[in-house]
C-alpha cells in the first residue's frame, strides 16, 4: 500500500507541476520576451565582492566597464574580501573602478562595505566570475521605471561548458531560467544572484545583507518581497558565468546553495502559507520540498535496490555465504525492475518525461534560439538529445546532494561559503 501510494503521489505531483508551467508558459506568452527602451538612466553602483579571484576579476572589470551604458552614470566598486593573492592588485590597474577592503570574511560582509560607499540609485550586484553582455544593464533598467519593482534579475548563461557535467549543468540552468521568468510573472522571485541582479539603494540599505544564511541573495530577495516589491526577471539581458568544473567543486556549490534554501525559508517562514503571498507561500516553496522529498525517495530505492543486487551478484560469483535475511531492501520497497515494469509506474514515468521535455521544446520555440542557452541548431539538437541521461543520471546526483545539504542541515555543520 506504501508502495503504491508513494508511487501515485509522485505522478500527481510531476503531472501537476508540468501542467501548471505548460499552462503558465501559454498564458503569459506575451510576456516572456517584453522589451522597452529607458526613457532615463538612472547613476548605478556595481559592487564585485572577490576573494582569491586573481584568474577571473580582470575579465570581469573590462566586461562592466564595456557595457553600453553612460560612462557618469556608472560606478564601479570592487571589495577586495582577504584575498591572499593578486586579486586588488589587478583590480587596482583599472583606474576607473573604487577598490574597497574588508578583512571580516563573508561575501555579505564585503557587499554591505560597498553598499556603504555606493552613490547610485540603483546598486547591481556581480560575482567576480561573471561576464556581462554589452547591452545587459540598459535592457534591465527600465523595469525600474515602475516603483514598485524593486530588483530585476537577468539571464544566466554558462561560460565554460566542457564535459558531460558541464553540459548537463547547461541544460538545468536553462530550465532554471525559463522557470525563473515564469515565477517572477508571479512575484515569486526568491533570488537576486550575482549575476548583475539590480536593487534600489535605499531598500538594500534599509535591508542590509547578511550573513546569517549561507545564500545572502536569496534572503535579500525574499526581504524585498516580504517589503512589497516586485523582483522581475528579464530574459533579454544576459550574462555568462563560471560554472564548477567536476564533482568536488559542483558538491561544494550546491550543498551551499541547498543549505541556504533551506536556512531561508526557515528564517522566511512567515512566507509560508501567507495569504499576502499566495504563489510562493501556497505553491513555490511547499511544492519544492515535496519534490525534493520525493526525489530522495527516489533515490533511495535506486540505492538500496543496488546494493541488494550488489549483495546478490556477491553470493552468487563468488559463493559466499552471507545469509539470505540481511537483504538491504525491505519487502515494502519495491526493485527498480519492478518500478519500470508495472503498468502505472511505467505510464507515469513517461507521461512526466514526455510532458517536460514537449515543456522545454515548446519554450526553445517561444524564445529565439540564439537567446537560449542553445547557440546553433546543431548544439541545440545535441543537448536535448542529453534530456533522458540528464534527468536519469544527474537528477538523483543533485537528489544525492540535498541528502547531504540536509544531513548538515540537520547536524548543524560548520558552514563554509
Not at 509522485?10 to 508551467?21: P, R
Not at 522589451?35 to 572577490?50: C, E
Not at 561575501?107 to 560607499?117: E, F, I, Q, R
Not at 537483504?327 to 512526466?352: A, E, H, N
Amino acid at each position: 500500500m506504501i508502495r503504491i501510494i508513494f508511487y501515485l503521489l509522485s505522478a500527481f505531483v510531476g503531472i501537476y507541476i508540468n501542467v501548471w508551467y505548460m499552462l503558465l508558459i501559454l498564458e503569459n506568452k506575451s510576456k516572456l520576451l517584453t522589451r522597452k527602451k529607458a526613457k532615463k538612466f538612472p547613476k548605478v553602483s556595481i559592487l564585485i565582492p572577490a576573494r582569491n579571484e586573481e584568474k577571473n576579476i580582470g575579465d570581469t572589470i573590462k566586461s562592466v566597464l564595456s557595457m553600453d551604458y553612460p560612462k557618469d552614470k556608472l560606478e564601479v566598486i570592487a571589495i577586495d574580501n582577504g584575498s591572499t593573492d593578486r586579486t586588488s592588485e589587478i583590480i587596482s590597474t583599472f583606474k576607473k573602478v573604487k577598490l574597497l577592503s574588508e578583512r571580516k570574511l563573508g561575501k555579505a560582509n564585503a557587499l554591505n562595505k560597498g553598499l556603504s560607499m555606493a552613490t547610485g540609485e540603483i546598486v547591481g550586484t556581480l560575482d567576480a566570475d561573471t561576464l556581462v553582455n554589452k547591452d545587459c544593464l540598459k535592457k534591465t533598467i527600465w523595469y525600474f521605471e515602475d516603483q514598485s519593482v524593486g530588483a530585476v534579475t537577468n539571464f544566466v548563461k554558462v561560460d565554460n561548458e566542457k564535459g558531460l557535467l558541464g553540459k548537463f549543468q547547461k541544460v538545468e540552468y536553462a530550465f532554471s531560467a525559463i522557470t525563473k521568468k515564469l515565477i517572477s510573472i508571479l512575484n515569486s522571485m526568491y533570488t537576486t544572484p550575482g549575476t548583475l541582479s539590480l536593487l534600489r539603494r535605499d531598500i538594500i540599505q534599509e535591508i542590509k545583507f547578511s550573513n546569517d544564511t549561507l545564500t545572502e541573495d536569496m534572503d535579500i530577495a525574499l526581504s524585498i518581497i516580504k517589503k512589497g516589491y516586485k523582483i522581475v526577471n528579464s530574459l533579454d539581458a544576459v550574462s555568462y558565468t563560471i560554472i564548477p568544473r567536476g564533482f568536488r567543486n559542483l558538491a561544494k556549490q550546491r550543498i551551499r546553495w541547498y543549505r541556504g534554501f533551506i536556512e531561508n525559508t526557515i528564517k522566511h517562514a512567515d512566507l509560508m502559507l501567507n495569504k499576502r503571498f499566495p504563489h510562493l507561500g501556497f505553491f513555490i516553496f511547499p511544492m519544492a520540498y515535496i519534490t525534493i522529498l520525493i526525489g530522495i525517495g527516489f533515490l533511495s530505492i535506486v540505492l538500496l535496490d543496488f546494493f541488494n543486487s550488489l549483495q546478490l551478484f556477491i553470493k552468487s560469483f563468488f559463493y559466499i555465504p552471507i545469509a539470505d535475511q540481511l537483504s538491504l531492501v525491505p519487502g515494502s520497497i519495491p526493485r527498480l525492475d519492478s518500478i519500470l515494469m508495472s503498468s502505472y509506474s511505467l505510464i507515469s514515468f513517461i507521461f512526466i518525461f514526455s510532458t517536460s521535455f514537449v515543456l522545454l521544446l515548446y519554450s526553445l520555440k517561444l524564445l529565439p534560439l540564439s537567446r537560449l542557452y542553445f547557440y546553433d541548431k546543431k548544439r541545440c539538437k545535441r543537448d536535448i538529445a542529453l534530456l533522458p541521461f540528464y534527468m536519469l543520471g544527474y537528477y538523483f546526483l543533485i537528489m544525492l546532494l540535498w541528502c547531504f545539504a540536509l544531513f548538515m542541515e540537520l547536524f548543524r555543520w560548520k558552514k563554509k561559503w
